[in-house]
């Protein structure tokens, strides 16, 4: 997992296939942005996914204009952002739900 406490940079900050996990990989990217991404309030811009297969089983982001949001399977709803360390642990939580 990766946290990136600088200004917002691009850079690889992960292997392309980012790290195994149970049946398939995750890829954590967090920002800290100098401004909110609307409409979120933090100053984080955020990615985080679990694949299986070639496939989305959960993300969480906070796409510009959309704002803080997760991705259940089919299922897309709003999420409540608190701080980054909690970002982490509710992700890793639908994570491993998934995994059952």
């Given at each position: 997992?990766?946290?990136?406490?600088?200004?917002?940079?691009?850079?690889?900050?992960?292997?392309?296939?980012?790290?195994?996990?149970?049946?398939?990989?995750?890829?954590?990217?967090?920002?800290r942005?100098?401004?909110?991404?609307?409409?979120?309030?933090?100053?984080?811009?955020?990615?985080?996914?679990?694949?299986?297969?070639?496939?989305r089983?959960?993300?969480?982001?906070?796409?510009?204009?959309?704002?803080?949001?997760?991705?259940?399977?089919?299922?897309?709803?709003?999420?409540?952002?608190?701080?980054?360390?909690?970002?982490?642990?509710?992700?890793?939580?639908?994570?491993k739900?998934?995994?059952?």
């Amino acid at each position: 997992m990766i946290w990136c406490n600088t200004p917002y940079e691009r850079h690889r900050t992960l292997p392309e296939q980012g790290i195994l996990f149970g049946s398939g990989f995750i890829e954590i990217v967090i920002w800290r942005v100098p401004h909110p991404v609307s409409p979120s309030e933090h100053p984080y811009k955020y990615r985080l996914v679990y694949v299986v297969d070639g496939d989305r089983v959960v993300g969480y982001d906070n796409e510009r204009g959309k704002g803080d949001h997760k991705h259940l399977g089919d299922r897309e709803e709003s999420y409540c952002f608190e701080s980054p360390k909690q970002l982490m642990a509710d992700f890793m939580a639908d994570v491993k739900g998934a995994e059952k």
